[in-house]
């Protein structure tokens, strides 16, 4: 069962922007921390960003991998279930398949192996 559904994802060319959607399926996320992940071609999945509850047990900071820290940004909508990444700049190396996952834990980073996931979407950015 996917956890989350992943949006907002597409072909762009380089240097525009995309703002992903990653909306929780049947749970509240104000106690959890959120990550979001890529896959690029040929590699591992890794974290590129996560945001921590501020439901008082974290204080909903974040962090960024550095390949993309500056030009991404991570924000949460609790109300509505929802964690967005506003993605600026984009590059050719930020293609991949992106994807939402917590690991029920309140805090950054997410730890892949506990996680829950979405089913990810592809971002292709073209040169």
């Known amino acids: 069962q996917d956890r989350f559904v992943e949006s907002g994802g597409g072909l762009v060319q380089s240097g525009g922007s995309l703002r992903r959607s990653c909306a929780a399926s049947e749970f509240n996320i104000e106690n959890y921390v959120i990550g979001w992940f890529r896959q690029a071609p040929g590699k591992e999945r890794e974290e590129i960003a996560c945001?921590?509850?501020?439901?008082?047990?974290?204080?909903?900071?974040?962090s960024y991998a550095d390949s993309v820290k500056g030009r991404f940004t991570i924000t949460r909508d609790d109300a509505a279930d929802m964690v967005y990444l506003q993605m600026n700049s984009l590059k050719p190396d930020d293609t991949g398949v992106y994807y939402c996952?917590?690991?029920?834990?309140?805090?950054?980073?997410?730890?892949?192996?506990?996680?829950?996931w979405g089913r990810g979407t592809q971002v292709t950015v073209s040169s």
């Open positions: 945001i921590s509850s501020s439901d008082g047990s974290s204080d909903g900071s974040t």
């Open positions: 996952a917590t690991d029920w834990t309140p805090r950054c980073m997410v730890v892949s192996a506990h996680a829950v």
